[in-house]
């Protein structure tokens, strides 16, 4: 069974600091996605990750993906108030894609004071 | 373009009553999937249906069932609700299984008392 793991779960800090989320799954994938989740919204994509080694940048999010160490990580640069968010990632185990859904982790629920 | 559409946004059930959530994916997407997330939790994967046939089921109960009409939009049925079952249920879309893009609804809201 696919296990995803998500850390911290919970992430307080200020403005312009930089943290890191991280996200570590148990069986092989090449396929990883980031979702952010605010409060009683659906998931919006951030970032899918196709291959090892692949690294995805947009604004002040950074996602990478190492598919040997099954870990990927995003990396918060410069936080802002309006990143604050739940952060979730989620792996696609099936082969080829889709059929078996995806499995997400528990979320980083982060906040981002003035 | 419209989105992924669900209908309805918020809904209050009885328990052992039965429920009906529709969704339209985005034009183009042959594929839908429906995911329960509990409050406080991540999704978790109900079923995924491509060209009206299931492909996926996650660890649910009988009491979920789903269908996908010729117009590629999608029903997700619960029987026999439980308190349990109060959730956000999600619908994604893609273009088939095998495709790297998933785009959600905005989810349909059940509270089951």
């Known amino acids: 069974e696919l296990k995803v793991e998500q850390n911290p779960l919970f992430l307080s800090m200020q403005e312009g600091k930089n943290y890191t989320i991280y996200c570590n799954y148990s069986?092989?994938?090449?396929?990883l996605y980031w979702y952010r989740q605010d409060p009683g919204k659906s998931l919006e994509s951030l970032f899918v990750?196709?291959?090892?080694?692949a690294v995805k940048q947009e604004g002040r999010l950074m996602a990478s993906l190492d598919t040997k160490a099954r870990l990927s990580t995003l990396h918060i640069t410069a936080a802002v108030h309006d990143l604050s968010a739940t952060y979730f990632c989620?792996?696609?185990?099936?082969?080829?894609?889709?059929?078996?859904?995806?499995?997400f982790g528990k979320g980083t629920h982060l906040i981002i004071q003035p | 373009d419209a989105g992924v559409t669900q209908s309805p946004t918020h809904l209050i059930k009885t328990r052992g009553q039965h429920v009906t959530l529709r969704c339209s994916p985005i034009?183009?997407?042959?594929?839908v999937s429906w995911y329960q997330q509990v409050l406080g939790q991540g999704p978790q994967f109900i079923f995924q249906?491509?060209?009206?046939?299931?492909?996926g089921r996650g660890n649910f109960p009988d009491r979920f069932s789903a269908r996908q009409f010729p117009n590629y939009s999608s029903e997700l049925n619960v029987n026999a609700l439980l308190l349990g079952d109060s959730a956000l249920y999600l619908c994604?879309?893609?273009?088939?299984?095998?495709?790297?893009?998933?785009?959600f609804g905005s989810g349909t809201r059940l509270t089951v008392v």
């Open positions: 034009s183009g997407h042959k594929s």
């Open positions: 990750l196709l291959s090892n080694g």
């Open positions: 989620a792996v696609d185990m099936a082969p080829g894609g889709g059929a078996d859904g995806l499995t």
């Open positions: 069986t092989t994938s090449d396929r």
């Open positions: 249906y491509y060209e009206k046939e299931e492909r």
């Open positions: 994604a879309s893609s273009l088939s299984t095998k495709n790297y893009g998933y785009t």
